[in-house]
């Protein structure tokens, strides 16, 4: 299947394929990219845009929330966005509530999020 969107070129069909379904339902997911790991739940862009536009709004910069949410829909597929993400990086993790991966950084996925094995420590935080 040839990509439609030159900048999901390179990026896994079935990935881009459940970011299309993140606005009927919400899939967890882990993806592998080259910094570390990341795992969240799937939100359309549209949620990440409003969760930029109310930071903003909360920080006292309506004015840049304006124009954030002034602006015009994204190419689709080129992002992945995660809700209640956990990264791990280098041993730590990172929590975000709203998280923006390129899809074309990612270099392996599965679905449902990462497991410590029985017995193992959990990462330092």
């Known amino acids: 299947m040839a990509a439609s969107n030159p900048g999901s070129v390179g990026t896994d069909t079935i990935l881009r394929h459940l970011d299309s379904e ?3 339902v919400g899939i967890e997911v882990t993806v592998y990219l080259p910094w570390g790991a990341a795992t969240g739940i799937t939100v359309p862009g549209s949620y990440f845009g409003q969760y930029v536009a109310k930071f903003f709004s909360m920080n006292d910069a309506d004015d840049v929330a304006g124009r954030i949410g002034a602006l015009e829909t994204e ?3 080129i992002f992945l ?3 209640k993400a956990r990264c791990y990086v280098a041993g730590t993790v990172v929590e975000h509530d709203s998280l923006r991966i ?3 950084d990612v270099s392996a996925w599965t679905v449902t999020g990462i497991k410590i094995p ?3 420590a959990p990462p330092q935080e």
């Open 22 to 24: 993140a606005a009927a």
């Open 102 to 104: 390129r899809l074309a």
């Open 75 to 77: 190419q689709p597929r």
């Open 81 to 83: 966005h995660l809700r």
């Open 118 to 120: 029985s017995g193992a």
